[in-house]
């Protein structure tokens, strides 16, 4: 993969003539197929459940399960729908503690993090023959709310088996991680992260290249995105429209084949937007096209596949969570589960374009689903 060679400054939004006026089109959905599923021993109480987060090239679904102690158990569901439950080792057993799995690369080798019984984060990497490892970046806490993260990304962990992430210190400040294919962990801060609690840099997707993405919160809590290269060398980027307030701005989420960056905005308003910005800086930003326009309302890009396409969801006017897909091309679809009252805020897609997400009932349980490919 090409590195980057735009300047923070150079970024200009693409103008709206150029891009595709399917960007503002909705397709219809009526030959879609969707499966959804509960792993054995998930919950059946509010907000217990079934959360799968991520999918691999031959189907492989993985994510975790809330049970009905509320302890987190990590699964891999196999293309003929036989699931495997994991628990990394020193995972705790009260409320809230246990295993979170996120990502899973092509060759089935998964990543994610685990709490244990004092309620510290661990990160962890599972092979495809089910032996898992342990790990900490230098200077993680312990504690509460503090420890190693990788976390909340179907693009944590790249082909070759390297992963990021974000630690949390004794002071509650996060920094990105990468720990290489031989376990070495290199830890980083972006140019401008702020030192509060609360403040600091998340790394969020890692390219097939080794080049990392996210975003950091600097002394005023706003949101910048940054790119890491091979070299070690941050690069840090705001959209233009982002807001400027505490917890807006850019957030950098993942890549597209040829190093385009995808990630979230949030505008003055508190609406998020989706957004692509090239290796050369142009800007193209993107929306549902049923998203609300209020405060935590709109929309957010969150797995991308190696043919460009996106899976996020939306929030529309009346603060209800929907599924969309965007095509390589620009194009849009929207689609819920049936049954659904919310969407998840998560989403993974395949390379044949599956995508793999939960959804809530009408008793706030979550299930997961997979929307076969249909063609976008």
């Known amino acids: 993969m090409k590195q980057f060679y735009f300047a923070k400054r150079k970024l200009q939004l693409v103008p709206a003539a150029t891009i595709l006026i399917a960007l503002a089109m909705s397709i219809a959905v009526s030959a879609q197929t969707i499966t959804t599923f509960d792993a054995p021993g998930a919950g059946t109480g509010a907000f217990q459940g079934t959360r799968s987060l991520s999918i691999d090239p031959s189907g492989t679904i993985i994510g975790f399960s809330v049970d009905a102690n509320n302890v987190r158990h990590g699964f891999v569901r196999s293309q003929d729908g036989s699931f495997t439950i994991f628990d990394a080792p020193g995972a705790g057993t009260a409320a809230g503690q246990g295993t979170r799995a996120y990502s899973i690369n092509p060759s089935g080798t998964i990543t994610g993090h685990f709490t244990d019984s004092v309620n510290t984060a661990h990160g962890y990497v599972r092979s495809n023959q089910g032996v898992i490892t342990v790990f900490d970046a230098p200077g993680a806490g312990t504690g509460l709310g503090r420890g190693t993260f990788p976390t909340f990304s179907p693009l944590l962990i790249n082909p070759n088996g390297a992963i990021t992430g974000l630690y949390i210190d004794s002071a509650f400040v996060s920094h990105g991680f990468l720990r290489d294919t031989k376990g070495v962990i290199t830890t980083f801060d972006a140019p401008g992260a702020g030192t509060g609690p609360g403040q600091g840099t998340q790394s969020f997707a890692i390219s097939p290249g080794g080049e990392t993405t996210g975003f950091y919160f600097d002394g005023t809590d706003a949101v910048h995105g940054f790119l890491r290269d091979t070299k070690g060398v941050i690069t840090t980027y705001d959209v233009p429209g982002a807001g400027t307030g505490p917890g807006q701005g850019t957030y950098g989420g993942g890549f597209t084949p040829d190093g385009t960056i995808m990630g979230v905005y949030i505008d003055a308003d508190n609406v998020n937007h989706g957004f692509l910005l090239d290796k050369n800086g142009a800007v193209t930003t ?64 395949a390379p044949n374009g599956a995508v793999v997400s939960f959804y809530f009932d009408a008793n706030n349980v979550a299930h997961g689903f997979v929307r076969e490919a249909t063609g976008q």
């Open 286 to 349: 993107f929306d549902a096209p049923d998203a609300g326009t209020g405060p935590d309302q709109g929309t957010d890009p969150w797995g991308i596949n190696t043919n460009g396409a996106i899976a996020g969801y939306y929030v529309d006017g009346t603060n209800v969570f929907h599924g969309f897909v965007r095509d390589k091309d620009g194009a849009i679809v929207e689609f819920d589960v049936p049954g659904a009252t919310n969407m998840g805020a998560f989403a993974s897609i």
